[in-house]
């Protein structure tokens, strides 16, 4: 069928072109796009600044009804709302073991374009096989996924509100659900208060965590990041020494757990250092750069350990549906994050999140 896609060819050039889009192979849907959210990842392979392989339609939290069903799916059928999310092989130790965060295959199944089976399912006018960002591609009118990364969502709530659970929101509240854990009354601090750092902070909140503090430069992001549940914020432009003033917070303490969202490595060193003794910092950010750490003070004294993880560390067939009853029961206002635009908005919409002044923006297809 004839399909209507935001590709790239050329780095930082996005075009609306009209692709073919293959039948659904064994195991996978078509789904007619409802809505898609735009998440950083997408910015960054726009730039050609994760290892993709191009061309190549982009879009990796898509929403939208499945409308045909290829051979072998066992859960979905045509008419079901579906949240798609991040795709694995499903044959991994590691996917075996309930970890498809980590799949051994994940570089090429999330950049390459490809599917499973090492193939993609658009072509070119010319032939030439075009690839979906994270095996979804959903910054198009209809899109192939695989049954196993897409979600069957309750049909009573509202599907383009859902879209950003599918990466954003489940990176940041999957960090703090799946992989800190907190225990309530626990501190945390976050930077980077866009869509992962917001919805870590929402998670804080649902998990109980006492001081949740919020660091950002953007003055609108810290107003929203306390209407969303923290309890202090800190404009790091502005404080010269912000593990200093997360200690003071803390009753001179530090935080329990801490969540880098911001991309910058200047913020690294100063979470680390407001840390309290036997902490867990979480890295979920692509850093725009190295970073110099002094390592034995920051973690063998203080008993500190710093991991990273990928999407929330969360399965999402299990993670997702938890993070829409969330949403339906109020803890989890996700909507407070969002922008729409049309889909010929789409270089706008892309313009908006680089600027900053949209934290999630999500295109509507009719
Ligand atoms: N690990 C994963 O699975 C995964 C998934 C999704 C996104 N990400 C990454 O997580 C990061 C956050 O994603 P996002 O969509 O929330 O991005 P975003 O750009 O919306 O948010 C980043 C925030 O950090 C703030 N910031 C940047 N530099 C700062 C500084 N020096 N001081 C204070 N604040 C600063 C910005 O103002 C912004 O609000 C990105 O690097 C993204 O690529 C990772
Ligand atoms: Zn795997
Ligand atoms: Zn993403």
């Known amino acids: ?50 290892p993709g392989k191009y061309p190549m339609v982009l879009g990796h939290e898509g929403v939208g009804i499945v409308e045909e069903i290829g051979p072998g799916v066992r859960d979905l059928r045509p008419g079901d709302h579906v949240i798609m999310s991040f795709p694995s092989c499903g044959c991994c130790e590691e996917c075996l073991e309930g970890r498809p965060y980590a799949c051994d295959q994940s570089t090429e199944l999330f950049f390459h374009g490809i599917y499973a089976d090492g193939d ?118 502005e404080c010269p020494d912000i593990a200093g003033e997360i200690k003071r917070l803390t009753g001179g303490k530090g935080v329990h757990f801490a969540l880098e969202a911001s991309g910058a490595p200047a913020l690294v060193p100063q979470m680390l250092a407001g840390m309290r003794k036997e902490g867990l910092a979480v890295l979920v950010s692509f850093l725009s750069g190295p970073v110099e750490l002094d390592a ?38 996700v909507d407070k994050l969002a922008n729409y635009y049309s889909f010929e908005e789409v270089h706008r919409a892309f313009e908006d999140s680089k600027n900053g002044s949209a934290i999630k923006p999500i295109i509507l297809f009719d």
């Open 1 to 50: 069928m004839k399909i209507r896609a935001a590709v790239v060819r050329e780095a930082g050039k996005l075009e609306i072109e009209t692709l073919e889009l293959g039948q659904p192979r064994t195991g996978e849907v078509l789904v007619k796009l409802i809505a898609s959210g735009i998440c950083h990842t997408d910015s960054s392979a726009l730039y050609m600044q994760v």
């Open 120 to 237: 993609r399912r658009i072509t070119d006018p010319s032939g030439e096989k075009v690839g979906a960002l994270f095996g979804q591609g959903s910054l198009a009118d209809h899109c192939i996924i695989a049954e196993r990364n897409a979600v069957k969502a309750d049909p009573e709530v509202e599907l383009k509100a859902l879209c950003s659970l599918a990466c954003g929101v489940q990176t940041g509240a999957g960090a703090v659900l799946n992989k800190m854990k907190p225990t309530p009354g626990d501190a945390i601090a976050v930077f980077g208060c866009g869509a992962v750092g917001i919805s870590a902070i929402m998670a804080a909140k649902l998990a109980g965590c006492g001081t949740i503090i919020g660091v950002d430069a953007v003055p609108s992001r810290l107003e929203l990041s306390l209407e969303c549940g923290a309890t202090h914020v800190i404009n790091g432009r």
């Open 296 to 333: 034995t003070m920051l973690f063998v004294g203080p008993c500190i350990s710093f991991a990273g993880t990928v999407e929330g560390a969360s399965n999402p067939q299990f993670f997702i549906p938890k993070l829409v009853q969330f949403y339906k029961e109020g803890r989890l206002p």
